[in-house]
């Protein structure tokens, strides 16, 4: 009877798909079965400190922030699970979360928002990395509370591709493909990240946007500023951009996260243009295509080049 039930309701949300071009994923996929812990920690090893940091107001739907802040305590009950949100939301669910490993951030709201709710990201990041930085944690992975990670292993790709690309003159940090575009000057998704709680404190250390300007985005500020502040070169033109990706950034397969996005994306990981031939001036950046940055960014400086004629 379930699977009937769940082909119909997968048909219904199919076809609202195709006549809306919105997201319907999000509403007929159940969170996974957590699995043997024990067994998975055996296949991939030992974490290193870590948190897991959920930034946002609270949503609610049938994966709601409190669902998935109790999935991620479970899958990583060694982990900080870090919800930071604001004082005014209705928090009487979380307040009741039983996991010792589960600890709620609330701050009052900023009076502007700016542009694309950037001054909201920023406050409640910022506060969520103070306080786990205060607990002395070493690492965190920092998402969004209307992002839904479905893997299981999602922190542990993270520490693993971390650990093998960052040295002692590299402070790298570890971004999914999705929402990371290639052709753009400085657009890799600050949706989700991975490093040190040092390196991500020094990234969101960055001043409220209280104009906005034509062509504001989000993800531009946050890295440009973030090298100014720190001594580095930010020439805005895509070969500096490629380079930056290519030695401070690392970008995952959006496969490695496995997540959906309640905005934007009609179909989980595979992206939001995946209709569009590759390459094109939305092409989003893959693990390989960040793996061919490090031999050479000039072919697609002129890939783009192309492109922009």
């Given at each position: 009877?379930?699977?009937?039930?769940?082909?119909?309701?997968?048909?219904?949300?199919?076809?609202?798909?195709?006549?809306?071009?919105?997201?319907?994923?999000?509403?007929?996929?159940?969170?996974?079965?957590?699995?043997?812990?024990?067994?998975?920690?055996?296949?991939?090893?030992?974490?290193?400190?870590?948190?897991?940091?959920?930034?946002?107001?609270?949503?609610?739907?049938?994966?709601?922030?409190?669902?998935?802040?109790?999935?991620?305590?479970?899958?990583?009950?060694?982990?900080?699970?870090?919800?930071?949100?604001?004082?005014?939301?209705?928090?009487?669910d979380f307040e009741r979360i039983q996991y010792p490993n589960f600890s709620l951030v609330t701050?009052?709201?900023?009076?502007?928002?700016?542009?694309?709710?950037?001054?909201?990201?920023?406050?409640?990041?910022?506060?969520?990395?103070?306080?786990?930085?205060?607990?002395?944690?070493?690492?965190?992975?920092?998402?969004?509370?209307?992002?839904?990670?479905?893997?299981?292993?999602?922190?542990?790709?993270?520490?693993?591709?971390?650990?093998?690309?960052?040295?002692?003159?590299?402070?790298?940090?570890?971004?999914?493909?999705?929402?990371?575009?290639?052709?753009?000057?400085?657009?890799?998704?600050?949706?989700?990240?991975?490093?040190?709680?040092?390196?991500?404190?020094?990234?969101?250390?960055?001043?409220?946007?209280?104009?906005?300007?034509?062509?504001?985005?989000?993800?531009?500020?946050?890295?440009?500023?973030?090298?100014?502040?720190?001594?580095?070169?930010?020439?805005?033109?895509?070969?500096?951009?490629?380079?930056?990706?290519?030695?401070?950034?690392?970008?995952?397969?959006?496969?490695?996260?496995?997540?959906?996005?309640?905005?934007?994306?009609?179909?989980?990981?595979?992206?939001?243009?995946?209709?569009?031939?590759?390459?094109?001036?939305?092409?989003?950046?893959?693990?390989?295509?960040?793996?061919?940055?490090?031999?050479?960014?000039?072919?697609?400086?002129?890939?783009?080049?192309?492109?922009?004629?």
């Amino acid at each position: 009877m379930h699977r009937v039930l769940d082909s119909l309701i997968n048909r219904i949300l199919g076809l609202f798909d195709r006549k809306t071009h919105s997201i319907s994923t999000i509403w007929s996929r159940r969170l996974p079965v957590v699995p043997d812990i024990e067994l998975r920690n055996l296949a991939f090893g030992p974490l290193s400190s870590s948190a897991i940091l959920v930034q946002g107001p609270v949503y609610e739907r049938p994966h709601s922030t409190l669902d998935i802040c109790e999935r991620y305590c479970k899958l990583y009950p060694d982990s900080q699970i870090v919800f930071s949100t604001w004082e005014s939301q209705d928090l009487k669910d979380f307040e009741r979360i039983q996991y010792p490993n589960f600890s709620l951030v609330t701050s009052p709201i900023p009076l502007d928002s700016g542009p694309s709710n950037i001054n909201l990201q920023i406050a409640s990041t910022r506060a969520g990395i103070r306080f786990i930085e205060n607990l002395g944690i070493e690492r965190i992975l920092k998402t969004r509370s209307d992002l839904y990670l479905f893997s299981e292993t999602f922190l542990h790709s993270c520490e693993f591709f971390f650990n093998k690309y960052t040295n002692s003159t590299a402070n790298r940090f570890v971004v999914p493909g999705f929402n990371s575009f290639l052709f753009k000057e400085y657009a890799l998704t600050d949706q989700v990240m991975y490093s040190t709680a040092k390196n991500l404190a020094a990234f969101w250390d960055c001043d409220f946007v209280s104009q906005f300007n034509e062509g504001f985005r989000s993800e531009k500020y946050l890295i440009t500023s973030y090298l100014q502040r720190s001594g580095i070169n930010a020439d805005v033109n895509i070969k500096r951009s490629l380079e930056i990706y290519r030695d401070y950034f690392i970008v995952l397969d959006s496969s490695e996260f496995n997540l959906i996005w309640n905005k934007g994306t009609r179909r989980e990981v595979i992206g939001r243009y995946q209709e569009v031939s590759f390459p094109n001036l939305s092409s989003e950046i893959n693990h390989a295509i960040w793996l061919r940055l490090q031999e050479d960014v000039n072919p697609f400086v002129e890939a783009c080049s192309y492109l922009n004629q």
